[in-house]
């Protein structure tokens, strides 16, 4: 059910094109401290609500991590694998079309579950405006040598979410050499988690994808896990291994658990077995604020997602400000590590669930936000 607040959400577009087979979503939840942001989700299964849960995580994502952009999400109803490019590209190029009015006035797209650089070209391209969205190629520029696109290939979700591990052990005293870590989902956002969570010196120990869960005790290789997808389809080819199924990774023992892929993959089904001692949601809405209840009152640490996964977004602003990839990386890590050490310390401080403290910090800043845009409207008017 879609809610409508005091935030928003201020609009909800449908689009359809029964010719080509076109069935999409626009949620522009608030642009209170800028244009919306929020990537494309393309599934065979995304529904306006879910589009809303997730323009209103953007909301107070952009919000925590202090950058001009407001909270919005778009999806189109289809299954990318089943598709040709021909007919991906025709999809994107007529949803960019038919959010031309809004893009990038209000609305600034980027990829998501599905997209990538190539559906960023084919939206920038068809939009006719290189700054209706980020994510695009690094060949595409405003003018050659500046303003290019960061393309999410980069690692930028995965990077940040491995800074928001190393804040979150330092936290509690763990040291994240030899600390066990198990990733959920091993596509843009996980492969990345768990090759810097590896160069810092942790123990991967299980890695999952659609085919189910490879597990070693002894540590997994990133890099070999992944020529071994690539090459095979599928982590679950890894070997020395033990293959399991994939929700078995949730109630293994370790110390960090990472959850990288789908929503809703922590439950009231499964919550009691969950064994980590830190959970860092790197994909936006694993669980429910009820599910990180559970955990919080059981001393598990969970950072949420719109803390832990705000290097995609950050890096956007990058991208949008014109930053080169080096200069992206040093802003994601500054501000990812500055968010969660503010939102840790301050739920230690108050006894208070990290969501809680979050969600109060952005809230705080959207509404100054919205009062300072309410003057000005007046004072026009």
Known sequence: MMVFDEFGPEKVLEVYEPRIGLHGFLVIDNTALGPGKGGIRMTSTVTAEETFRLARTMTWKCALSDIPFGGAKSGIVAEPKDLSKEEKKTLIEAFAKALKPLSPRLYIAGPDVGTGKDEMRWYADANGRLTSCTGKPANMCVKPGEKCGIPHEFGSTGFGAAQAALEAADH?????????????????????????????????????????????EKGLDPAKLLRIKESTGSVVNYTPGKVLEGKDIFELEMDILIPAALSDVITSENVDKVRAKIVIEASNIPMKPDMERVLFRRGILVVPDFVANAGGVISSYAEYRGYNPKQMFRTVETKLRNNVRLVLEVSKQKGLMPRDVALEIAEKRVRKAMERKGKRLRVKS
């Open 172 to 216: 509690i005293g763990m040291d994240i050499k030899g600390a066990e870590v198990a990733v959920e989902g091993f596509g843009n956002v996980g492969t990345f988690v768990a090759e810097h969570l590896y160069k810092f010196g942790a123990r991967v120990i299980a890695v999952s994808d659609r085919k189910g869960v490879i597990y070693n």
